[in-house]
């Protein structure tokens, strides 16, 4: 049998075709694939068993189109594992023990570079290098924060990079300090990123090759089949054309080339180049379609741009990272040469500037399609929620942060205030406007695993505590919406129109669940098992529990 006629033929089980639909063909109790797409539904794909290559009985479970993850840092994510297991950590003396039996393991080693801490464990999110230096004497130290916006670095760092009570802020960035004017040992936004960029050594490539093999393997065992990583400086695509040309992707990524406020203009035609190195390629799990912009910071460290002050600091508007003038003229620029933009954006003045510059471009520029993107929408003002549906522009939200943890408890809503605590991740506005709704996990700084987000996407409360009051329950979205928004709507935002559902026709991609997500009660979606994932038609991950129930001919 040729492998065009290789024919796969899914039984016994809830074949969810398309979760944002509400009649008869939403699902379906039988569906076949052939030559990587969907062929059959219901007895047309039965009728097909008795000659298919294979045959999978679902156990009474589910069969989902493929899971995609929005918005992502997999080659951080994969590296982690190089260093301290941090993230472990339950307080502050926890992670001081990880970082000091890392170092008593590795003792040659010149740096110590781990991730990513829980910020809430000092107050105000601000740590001391004198803290680390009592674990890691004379050697360098740098752990990034779970949020990668912040690091935590020891003196033996600092003085590495000469940072005294002399150097000033980076633009775009700060130095924490001690009363003294001395840097206390916690750097933001440009000043931990460059210190990254240029004073801490990077990773080997074979190192970094086994991270993003890791990292792509671990997403196809939780039925993932596209990954935005949403973080690509010019290493990084020389590591994943090496990766897709090794056939080490285990998933579909696609890269987004981060845009530098300074060198933008540079960029552009270098943009152009890396795309068509990729597209040159020509592998079907690589492309390199999209620009990032990051906008602003974060909240839990003062440096997202707000419309109005700080709560707690009322002279602090945040740190935006571009002018209004500069962004419109860089993304107008790059979407003038065919690229989809994705704009991190967490505070309202960010998000309200992340749609006056894409409006911007959709006016100037020539007509076409388009499928561009802001990323977190953490903070938005009620009255730009109807922006996204008359712009066309994707809502890509973290559904995982939609709750009222330590981290929005103790950082986030005293930052902000209480006036706008009901500004936060409005997903049920943004969906119920018209606006397409996509979910990412923005891992490593929260889990990637889609599951408790999910539950999360419809509770607005942790999957841990199943009787806790709801977070903002009007944004609540129901489970179907909430698994759209990591299937159909993903394939908007991945350019893939012939993906994200299981209809007849479109791509093979899919997951079999140990039960259907769209019928259980929403707390238990996050104990799913997933027992297979389907990548065009092809199997990147098969439980070896359900070999048995699986017949190849």
């Known amino acids: 049998m040729s492998v065009d006629s290789h024919v796969t033929v899914f039984v016994n089980g809830a074949v969810i075709v398309d979760p944002d639909r509400d009649d008869s ?48 840092h997999p080659v951080l994510g994969g590296v982690e594992a190089l260093g301290p297991q941090v993230r472990q950590a339950t307080d502050l003396d926890g992670i001081l023990s990880a970082v000091a039996d890392w170092k008593a393991a590795n003792p040659d080693a010149e740096w110590i570079i781990g991730a990513s801490y829980d910020a809430t464990f000092s107050e105000g999110g601000v740590f001391d290098a004198r803290w680390l230096d009592d674990v890691t004497g004379d050697t360098p130290t740098i752990l990034r924060a779970w949020d990668y916006h912040t690091a935590w670095v020891n003196s033996a760092a600092l ?52 991270a993003i093999e890791r990292a792509t393997r671990g997403y196809a065992e939780q039925g993932t089949t596209w990954i935005q990583d949403a973080w690509v400086e010019p290493a990084d695509l020389e590591l994943y054309l090496e990766a897709a040309q090794q056939e080490r992707l285990h998933t579909r990524v696609n890269l987004a080339f981060r845009a530098d406020p300074a060198r933008w203009r540079e960029q552009v035609a270098e943009f152009v180049t890396n795309r068509n190195r990729v597209r040159s390629l020509g592998h079907p799990r690589l492309s390199g ?99 996204f549906a008359e712009l066309g522009v994707i809502a890509n939200f973290e559904p995982y942060w939609a709750q009222c943890d330590a981290v929005m408890r103790d950082l986030t809503i005293p930052h902000l205030g209480h006036s706008r605590e009901g500004w936060q ?42 009787d806790a009051d709801a977070w903002l329950p009007e944004e609540r979205i129901s489970a179907g919406a909430a698994l759209a928004a990591y299937t159909s709507g993903i394939a908007r935002q991945a350019l893939a129109t012939d993906r994200g559902t299981l209809e007849v026709g479109r791509v093979a991609d899919a997951a079999w669940l140990s039960a259907n997500p769209l019928t259980i009660a929403p707390e238990s979606i996050a104990d799913l ?25």
């Open 289 to 387: 379609e999209t620009v990032k912009l990051f906008l602003d910071g974060v909240i839990e460290s003062h440096t997202a741009a707000l419309i109005e002050p700080y709560a707690d600091r009322p002279d602090d508007r945040g740190l935006p990272n571009w002018s209004d003038a500069e962004l419109t003229d860089a993304v107008r620029a790059f979407d003038a040469e065919g690229f989809q933009l994705h704009l991190h954006a967490i505070g309202d003045a960010a998000n309200r500037s992340a749609l006056d510059a894409l409006e911007h471009a959709r006016e100037t520029n020539p007509p076409r399609e388009r499928h561009d993107v802001i990323a977190h929408v953490a903070v938005l003002d009620p009255a730009d929620v109807a922006r």
């Open 425 to 466: 991740y409005l997903i049920g506005s943004v969906h119920r406007s018209g606006a397409t709704v996509t979910f990412g996990s923005d891992w490593p700084v929260t889990t990637r695993d889609w599951r408790p987000a999910l539950s999360t996407a419809i509770t607005r409360h942790s999957h841990t505590e199943p």
């Open 529 to 553: 098992v997933v027992h297979g994932t389907w990548l065009a038609g092809d199997v990147t991950y098969l439980s070896a529990s359900r070999t048995s129930t699986t017949r190849t001919t």
């Open 159 to 210: 003085a590495a990079a000469g940072i005294t009570a002399d150097t000033p802020d980076p633009e775009l960035g700060r130095i924490v300090r001690r009363a003294d004017g001395t840097p206390l040992g916690t750097l933001q936004e440009a000043a931990a990123n460059d210190f990254i960029a240029e004073i801490v050594p990077a990773f080997a490539l074979d190192q970094r090759l086994d």
């Open 25 to 72: 063909t939403a699902t379906s109790d039988a569906i076949a694939f052939r030559s990587g797409a969907v062929v059959a539904l219901d007895d047309d794909a039965r009728a097909l068993a008795a000659d298919a290559t294979t045959v999978i009985d679902l156990a009474g479970g589910a069969l989902v189109p493929g899971i995609g993850d929005g918005h992502a």
